[in-house]
């Protein structure tokens, strides 16, 4: 009798505590992440690479190579890279601080009108001869980055946050939507756009460098 007592005993503890263990979960749920595992993948992966592209052509320039100008108001390599740093650390202030902690930027896109990641990217990315349009003033370079290893530390530093940012946000990114010069695209896609925005000034470097007055080594 002693033992059939204590056995019904255990049973009943165990049904409370999977009852605690159901209102908790019930009280509790699991957050489901906002982002998929391939979206982190592809933006991180497009972050990384792009940053190290730019690192490789960059790496070995001399001082003169690094401050050449084609004409007097066109950008040098270090103008260019001043340029992307300054912008890699107001677009990740704007994300953080304003895009996902504003309501009114929290809109229902129908999917037929969406961007697509890809078209932020073409677009982004595009320097042909009709794309290219003067930056804003608190987008220009200023000479404050002195030299190739200057700018690689900070900008590596930079681009961290946004990595580590892509890589831990639970926030609802694909749900906030921001104009940019892109369109009307989410703060994922803002993210992808640093990834493109990189990509074209790249290419921007590679013109300077490509230059017949740009000094020889």
Known sequence: MAKNHLNQKIKNMKKIVLLMMTAL???NPVEEETLSKKERRFAIKYLE???????????KLTPEQWN????SDAWS???VCEHLLIAEQAIHQNITQNIIKNEEFR???PEASRISDQTVIDIISDRSPGKRVKTAPPFEPKGLVDSPKDFMTKYKAARQINIDFT???QDDLKAYYFDSPAGKISAYQWIILLGAHAERHHKQMKEVMDNQGFPAR
């Open 25 to 27: 979960t019930i009280i």
């Open 49 to 59: 690479s792009s940053m190290k592209d730019i690192f490789k052509s960059i790496e």
């Open 107 to 109: 809109v229902i896109i």
């Open 167 to 169: 890589k831990n946000s």
């Open 77 to 79: 390599v270090a103008g």
């Open 68 to 71: 050449y100008q084609a004409s």
